[in-house]
């Protein structure tokens, strides 16, 4: 739905809406850098120069309520296949830094040569027919670690890559912001907390100004009768 196909290959689809939007967050953006530079040279008080962040202002603000609009119609119609997902990020390389760390840690070994015995076993899988890292044979593992001089255990290094799997790896991740459910968790509540108090600081303003503008309408209205 939220979707075309690509002028070049039938069989690929585009996210368009989604590219426009990311296109668009750089508009925005440029319309607040407009604003600012046009308030940082306001020596104090109001100048006619405030005349021309209104136009900035307007543009921002109808192209922020479009996009967010859009964005919710692409989430709520979002289909996430997890079973796929799972299975692409099984078969994939993703968790070779994972071991990497893992074996610097746990042997005490430089991170550079854990990098460059990860670097070579993906390149035994890939040559094995891009055969995924668990299906490695400890006579592979045995040959990388050879050639490198090393003297980890083949059988060790193998029970490291099968224990070793994406679940895990976002779980072992533990530092502000990163990929771990429970932080996952905590970001959303947090951002759930923003929203809340910027909803209630909104209303309150549109309380404001509603009411000013009852005021106003009033002030008309009694001038119009005196006259």
Sequence with gaps: EFSSSSSAMPHKKNPDPLELLRAKAG????????MITI??????GYS?????????????????TQALKIMNYVVKSLIINKERMEQASSNSYAISFDLAELLAIKNGMSFRTAHKVMGLLVRKAIS?????????????????????????????????????????SISSR???????????????????????????????????VDEALKNLTRMVNNCSKKA
Excluded: C, F, H
């Design 27 to 34: 508009t925005v953006s440029g319309n607040l850098l407009t």
């Design 39 to 44: 308030i940082k040279a306001i020596p104090s």
């Design 48 to 64: 006619r120069d405030m005349q021309e962040i209104k136009t900035s202002l307007w543009q921002a603000s109808a192209t922020t």
């Design 128 to 168: 094995n027919n891009r055969q995924p890292l668990r299906m490695l044979r400890e006579e592979d593992i045995r040959e990388v670690l050879e050639s490198l001089g090393s003297k980890l255990s083949a059988e060790e290094v193998l029970k490291d890559i099968k224990e070793t799997a994406p679940q895990k």
């Design 174 to 208: 533990q530092s502000l912001g990163s990929p771990n459910p429970m932080q996952e968790q905590t970001m959303v509540k947090l951002s759930r907390g923003r929203l809340s108090a910027y909803s209630k600081r909104i209303a309150k303003r549109k309380g404001l």
